[in-house]
């Protein structure tokens, strides 16, 4: 199956600070991503739709100015964390659909760690 | 997209099956039931998907009822490694690239 991965599986910064992390489709193209967030012991929220070529699209509630995404090419997404403060704290996982025969399947990263002191 | 109901928790014995339940009773025509499992600390990984039709992979089993209420994840020989957290989604039409919508899943937990 397709295989999508993050960079780096796990950060700690200091609050104040920035963080960016990095999700790459390897084996297949992804015109869109999707970036969530995962508190413990909670399901996974979207935060935002990436769109290469274009703006982000943001869920209700989550700050575009804080939560800045960048869709640089067709197999790269990055999700940067401004002024990063310790309610941040969280696990970020991204996602890319890859049409396999005549559906889409949803491929997810392995997820990073973020903590933030 | 319908909504699900899955129960908080199940155990299973490690070599035998796991069943997992999920109650879709607003799902629409077009809608399909997706599985997918959270091992801790990682991110979620496809199992199976469905319309109607009894599906099976190498993975698991996939049963929906005739009514398409409801519907049953079996990983027929469970191991250890099967503990994870099971979320069932409903979805339109397969052809989408949406993003998912996680309910709150069912954390089985395989016991030796």
């Known amino acids: 199956g397709a295989v999508v991965s993050q960079h780096p599986s796990w950060v700690i910064c200091k609050s104040g600070t920035s963080v960016k992390i990095e999700c790459r489709s390897l084996?297949?193209?992804?015109?869109?991503m999707f970036w969530y967030r995962q508190f413990p012991k909670q399901s996974l929220m979207l935060m935002a739709t990436s769109n290469e070529g274009s703006k982000a699209t943001y869920e209700q509630g989550v700050e575009k100015d804080k939560f800045l995404i960048n869709h640089a090419s067709l197999t790269l997404s990055t999700l940067t964390v401004t002024s990063a403060h310790p309610e941040d704290s969280s696990f970020y996982i991204c996602?890319?659909?890859?049409?396999?025969?005549?559906?889409?399947?949803?491929?997810f990263g392995p997820g990073t760690r973020l903590t933030v002191t | 997209d319908a909504k699900t109901t899955q129960p908080p928790s199940m155990d299973c014995a490690e070599g035998r099956a796991a069943n997992l339940p999920c109650n879709h009773s607003t799902i629409s025509g077009n809608e399909y039931v997706y599985w997918y499992r959270q091992i801790h600390s990682q991110g979620p990984q496809y199992i199976i998907h469905?319309?109607?039709n009894n599906e099976t992979n190498e993975m698991a089993s996939l049963i929906i009822t005739e009514d398409r209420k409801s519907s049953t994840l079996i990983l027929p020989h469970a191991t250890l490694r099967d503990t994870a957290v099971y979320y069932c989604i409903v979805r339109g039409s397969s052809g989408s690239a949406r993003q998912l919508t996680f309910g709150s899943g069912t954390q089985l937990t395989v016991l030796p």
């Open positions: 084996d297949f193209q992804a015109t869109t």
């Open positions: 469905g319309l109607k």
């Open positions: 996602s890319a659909p890859s049409r396999t025969g005549g559906s889409y399947e949803q491929y």
